[in-house]
């Protein structure tokens, strides 16, 4: 499951523009090291996909 | 930065880049009420400029006791935080968590980032007030936020996001002692236990009993029975009425 999700994302973050920056504490990422890092950090990839499952949940739950 | 101290037209003092240091920290923060924090930290501390050293750390955040300590420096508010708050603090405000933004909504994560300040300084609000309206800034700038990255993100900083105060102490700790009597007291009043002060109350009990039983085995030896008008009850019932006055004293303040 988690992997399916991951596939989401991954391809969410693929599809944007060459501009794109996120940036998590001290760390500037654009799409292409934030999925390297994904790709190769399993403990990241697992703190990012917990964080989309709870923006999901959180989306998902009346006010 | 600029941006939010043009906007509270205030006096300040900036610490920026190179005088971003501990030592004129150490020296300026006797002046004000208030310290803003803008930069990186962690668990332990706030970051001096380079990153190599803290600001603020545990052997120094006394030094806010009594003052207001603003900042969005990730996780120092999952322990660091929580220590200069019990050190007397008078209000941290900060995040549990790493904070996260995308440059494609940057002005969503500016305008919940220094919300809080705004809503104390120029709204009026208690900082408990002031959290949580910062809540709904960052709800209505997830319904606002034009990259699906962003809606993640702030969601993910809204609920990092703490302020602790007297009225709202922390809610954890990391000793698990702490955790346990927040599970057992509520927070407000598990914060007010110290922890020497309850070590000693155990340890007078404690010795309190073995003593008494021990000039109670004494007095059943020499007289067959525990019960005998002697001077040492009259002392032991004069302790107990101590203790229990000393008890009693301590939990008002």
Redesign the interface.
Known sequence: MSEEIYRVVKR??ES?ND????????KVYDKHSLIERMEKDKKFRRYIIE??I??AV??LTP? | MMNLLSQLDTDYTLLLKDKAVRENFEREVGRHDIVVFYDHGDERGLYAQGGATYIVDKKNNHLLKGRVIYTLACTWCSDGGIDTWRKGAKVVWGYVDVFGFTLTDEKLFEECANYGLIAVLKEGLSWEEALEKAKKKFDEAIKKARDGWSIVWLRHNRDALVCYTENNPPKTSRCLFRRFLIWLLGAKRAWQVRFAKLISLILTCVGYGIALHDFAHNVWELKGTIFSPEGGYIGFSMMAVGIVMLAWSESQH
């Open positions: 969410y973050i944007r501009g794109w920056r996120f940036i998590l504490g001290d964080e989309v709870k923006t959180d989306l006010k």
